[in-house]
């Protein structure tokens, strides 16, 4: 199977941008010259990753670094979104660690004489324990932490990075991480994790201030994920409840970016569950973006609950993923035309999508027509966003490789490129051979 989009789609032009994406703890290992981070106190505690792994070793990037970028080249990609760990680039007392910053240096001047467009996430979840310690992202104090250490490395950066986002998915940090426990630093409870999404948030647009000092001649911005929420009857009640759900999932970490304030549901909080806000906040959110980064994997589906609102149902008999999460594409198409409807929305790129698939390595080959399939389904239902007035500039296949899939440890693979973690030999699947094809044809 091939990817195929309509002949006059605008995404067969070279004006649109093509990319692989990756995050730090995910694939890089070499903890030895980092400072320990969230997620690797997570992985030591026991129960909380599905095969007891951890990121010490993942894909070995650090030391793999030159041939995962020829690996990148070769699939003749427009640009790689990679993210900087945190804790590899500064010390204990907040002062830059010139190993840690050689590291990223060389890799983005490596894809500069390539051609490559460096897209830079500053956070993909990877908080340093000492600063975990003193309260994480729930210590209002954290964000301004933030702010510093995105001066400090844009700084070291220059003129090396074509684009810089904050955060990738706030959601994740602060409702899977404070709220629910299922990610690293594993609290749960809703205040936590209503706390920790505002914290974030105001990192955000304290550090938006510093990018656009230090880098304004790069597209700064942030990366949400999004599940979009659908009702599971027709009923008045479930209707509510998807709304609901929307609000509490989706919208809590777009609206404050837009309109200063939090969703209608903020409304229905009991006073122990609401974040403290300060006066001013929602203006340092609110800074302008040069562009927003959208994170699409499924949909949810809900129904009303008496006792919490909303509640999920399990889509059976529907198809799914390797990970249990539903394969359906008009849902990419329909959240992408109600944003730029609610919100003023500057060019959009979609900064991750893919699927986990069960693969299996036959004979040197992964023919992974399954993930090519929902590839190729995605890329239609963003094209069909673009048809209907949407402004999406680019797009990027969530994973350049197989790595460290969070909880589920090294058991779902998202890579379009196979990872053998025993020998870190690195094999390109069908999808990669495919989303390579389709890359080159363009004009
Ligand atoms: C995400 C993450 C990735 C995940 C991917 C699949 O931003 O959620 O960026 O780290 O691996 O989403 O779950």
Not at 81 to 92: A, D, E
Request: some cysteine; proline content about 5%; overall charge negative.
């Amino acid at each position: 199977m091939k990817i195929m989009l309509p002949a006059d789609s605008k995404m067969h032009s070279k004006a649109f941008t093509f990319g692989v994406a990756t995050a730090s703890f995910q694939i890089e290992g070499a903890v030895d010259y980092r400072l320990p981070c969230i997620w690797d106190t997570f992985c030591a505690t026991p129960g909380k990753i599905r095969d007891n792994s951890d990121g010490s070793q993942a894909c070995e990037h650090v030391k793999l670094w030159r041939e995962d970028v020829d690996l990148i080249e070769s699939l003749g990609v427009d640009a790689y979104r990679l993210s900087i760990s945190w804790p590899r680039v500064m010390h204990k007392d907040g002062s830059l660690n010139p190993q840690g910053v050689a590291f990223y240096t060389d890799l983005l001047d490596e894809l500069n004489r390539r051609g490559i467009k460096t897209f830079v996430t500053l956070y993909h979840w990877d908080l340093p324990q000492h600063i975990e310690d003193n309260g994480g992202w729930l210590n209002r104090e954290t964000a301004y932490l933030f702010a510093d250490y995105a001066d400090k490395i844009t700084q070291a950066f220059g003129d090396r990075v074509y684009s810089y986002a904050t955060f990738n998915e706030p959601f994740c940090s602060s409702y899977l991480g404070y709220e629910i426990g299922v990610h690293a630093p594993g609290l749960a409870t809703k205040a936590f994790g209503r706390q920790s999404a505002h914290h974030l948030l105001l990192a955000h647009g304290l550090a938006m201030k510093v990018l656009q000092k230090n880098s304004p001649n790069s597209q700064n911005g942030i990366v949400l994920n999004f599940t979009p929420c659908y009702s599971a009857t027709d009923s008045a009640a479930d209707v509510e409840a998807a709304s609901k759900a929307d609000q509490y999932f989706n919208q809590w970490y777009i609206k404050p970016l837009f309109d200063r304030c939090y969703p209608e549901i903020i409304n229905d909080f009991a006073t122990e569950d609401m974040p403290v806000i300060e006066q001013g906040d929602f203006d340092i959110i609110a800074q302008p973006i040069d562009f927003l980064g959208i994170n699409f994997y499924t949909r949810a589906v809900y129904k009303a609950d008496p006792a919490t609102g909303f509640s999920q149902i399990d889509m059976v008999d529907k198809p799914k993923t390797d990970i249990g999460w539903e394969i359906y594409p008009q849902s990419f198409t329909d959240l992408l035309t109600s944003l730029h409807a609610l919100y003023p929305l500057p060019p959009i790129y979609i900064t991750e999508n893919g699927a986990a698939m069960d693969d299996k390595l036959i004979e040197g080959k992964v023919d992974d027509q399954d993930r090519l399939e929902y590839y190729n389904a995605h890329l239609n239902a963003v094209n069909n966003a673009i048809e209907q007035g949407v402004n999406v500039v680019g797009y990027f296949a969530w994973s350049l490789m197989d790595n460290f899939e969070w909880a589920e440890g090294y058991l779902k693979r998202f890579g379009i490129v196979y990872v053998d973690y025993e020998t870190q030999k690195r094999t390109l699947k069908a999808s990669a051979h495919a989303y390579r094809d389709f890359i080159n044809a363009r004009k």
